[in-house]
C-alpha cells in the first residue's frame, strides 16, 4: 500500500514569505503528526490532526499553523519565514497509539 | 525535563557484534508506549519496535529486542548481528496515555558499524 506521502520534497524560500506544505496519510489513517527536525534541536513536535480536529500542539509561535481535510490529507503553513525555520520537516501517519507513526520522507525547506 | 534521554550521541561498533543503544524516559503515567526509529542518510524515518508500558514481555522484531526495565524507566534497543546498513540515527520516543496521539522523541544516538 502507499505510504505517507510529502510534497513537495525540497523548498528553498526567502525570509519574510510564506510556504504550505502537505501531507497525504496511509488510506484509512486518521491521525496525521508534524514535526520539525533540525541539528540542534532533534525531532520537535509541530501539532496532531485526527479527525480534522488539532488534536495536540507544540510550543511553537503562531506562525506555525496546519489543518487538516475531510480525507486526512494535512497541510502545514509556515508565514513570515526566518531564517531559523530551515529544516527538515516530516510528517507522520498513525492508525492507533500502539502502532506508532509511519513517515513521510519529509520536506527539506531552506530559508534564505 | 527531558522526557526522553539518549546518552550516547554516537556509537562505534564492529560489524557482526551485538550493540545496545541506551534509553531512559519519564512519565508518571501508567500506560505509555515506547518506540524505536531507524533515520538512515536519506532522511526517512523507519519505525523497528514498540513496547507497551503494560507488556511483560520484552518485545522482538528480528534482529531487534527492546530490554525494557520499567522500575529503572529504562527502554533498551538490542541489536544482535549487527550489518553495515544499520549505520543510521538511532531515535527512542515515547506517547505517554493511550488516547494521546504525540510522540516525543529523544535526541538520537549516532551509530556507526564498522567494516
Known amino acids: 500500500k502507499a505510504g505517507v506521502t510529502q510534497t513537495p520534497r525540497y523548498l528553498i524560500k526567502t525570509r519574510g514569505q510564506q510556504v504550505t506544505l502537505s501531507c497525504s496519510p496511509i488510506?484509512?489513517?486518521?491521525?496525521v503528526s508534524w514535526y520539525q527536525q533540525t541539528p540542534g534541536q532533534g525531532l520537535q513536535f509541530l501539532f496532531e490532526?485526527?479527525?480534522?480536529?488539532?488534536?495536540n500542539k507544540g510550543n511553537f509561535p503562531g506562525r506555525f499553523s496546519g489543518r487538516q481535510f475531510s480525507n486526512s490529507r494535512s497541510e502545514m503553513n509556515v508565514s513570515t519565514l526566518e531564517l531559523g525555520d530551515s529544516a527538515l520537516y516530516l510528517c507522520?501517519?498513525?492508525?492507533?497509539?500502539?502502532?506508532?507513526?509511519?513517515f513521510g520522507s519529509g520536506t527539506r525547506l531552506t530559508v534564505v | 525535563a527531558q522526557k526522553i534521554t539518549q546518552t550516547q550521541p554516537g556509537m562505534f561498533v564492529q560489524e557482526k557484534e551485538a550493540v545496545t543503544l541506551d534509553c531512559t524516559y519519564d512519565?508518571?503515567?501508567?500506560?505509555?508506549?515506547l518506540f524505536w526509529y531507524k533515520q538512515p542518510s536519506s532522511g526517512e524515518m523507519i519505525f523497528l519496535i514498540y513496547?507497551?508500558?503494560?507488556?511483560?514481555q520484552n518485545a522482538t522484531e528480528g534482529r531487534y529486542s527492546l530490554n525494557f526495565q520499567k522500575a529503572r524507566k529504562s527502554a533498551n534497543l538490542v541489536i544482535s548481528a549487527s550489518q553495515l546498513g544499520d549505520s543510521a540515527m538511532y531515535f527512542c520516543?515515547?506517547?505517554?496515555?493511550?488516547?494521546?496521539?504525540?510522540?516525543?522523541f529523544g535526541k538520537g544516538t549516532r551509530l556507526h558499524i564498522l567494516p
Open positions: 490532526y485526527f479527525s480534522e480536529t488539532q488534536r
Open positions: 520516543a515515547m506517547r505517554e496515555g493511550v488516547v494521546d496521539d504525540k510522540i516525543i
Open positions: 513496547q507497551g508500558s503494560y507488556d511483560e
Open positions: 507522520a501517519s498513525s492508525l492507533s497509539a500502539v502502532d506508532g507513526y509511519t
Open positions: 512519565t508518571s503515567d501508567q500506560s505509555y508506549g
Open positions: 488510506s484509512g489513517h486518521r491521525s
